[in-house]
């Protein structure tokens, strides 16, 4: 199995996690809640490195571009 393809399957497991636990405590400022959201971000900002699909450049390079 590919690596990005068993990154996807952790992502969907902790998205599948966080709804869990939002159900479970009926909130979004529960402490277990906001772990699971943490976790959940590096996974994809992790996922959207490795695999090149971060389509959107940085802030940064867009304004310069105008500039030209």
Request: charged residues 30%; aromatic residues 2%; without cysteine.
């Amino acid at each position: 199995m590919k690596r990005s393809t068993l990154m996807q399957l952790e992502i969907e497991q902790a998205r599948s996690r966080l709804h869990e636990i939002a159900k479970k405590y009926d909130g979004l400022l529960h402490p277990e809640l906001i772990k699971q959201s943490v976790i959940l971000d590096k996974l994809i900002n992790q996922f959207n490195k490795t695999d090149g699909t971060q389509k959107t450049k940085p802030i940064d390079e867009q304004s310069t571009l105008g500039d030209r």
